[in-house]
């Protein structure tokens, strides 16, 4: 599922179709996320910035530790990181303002 320390939920916000497997039809995503791997938040209390994709540094609000095999997520799009599987208890709302694959993990910033 995640790796030691992973304990929180990572969303992206999703308003599309999702298959249901049991009628076979394409309906819409009731609650409007779409949950995409177990994470870790570790929130940006020393005020440090990121250079963007543009060379311009920016100020964020935390930095998403996830597992290697999290495909890229596109810059811009709404993520909500929560205590809870259903994604009720938000730790965090916010859009990536950038997204790094590593070696042992990837790492995205709100």
Known sequence: MGAIGHNHYLFVEDYSLIYDEETGEMIPN???????????EQ?????KVI??????????NSVIHLDTSVLPI??????????????KDIRIK??????????LHNRLWV
């Open 30 to 40: 009731e609650n409007g996320i779409k949950f995409i791997s177990m994470c870790r």
């Open 43 to 47: 929130v940006n209390s020393s005020g």
């Open 51 to 60: 250079a963007g994709t543009d060379g311009i540094t920016i100020a964020y």
């Open 74 to 87: 596109e810059l811009g799009k709404t993520i909500i990181v929560s205590n809870d599987s259903e994604g």
């Open 94 to 103: 916010g859009s990536i303002l950038r997204f790094t694959e590593g070696l």
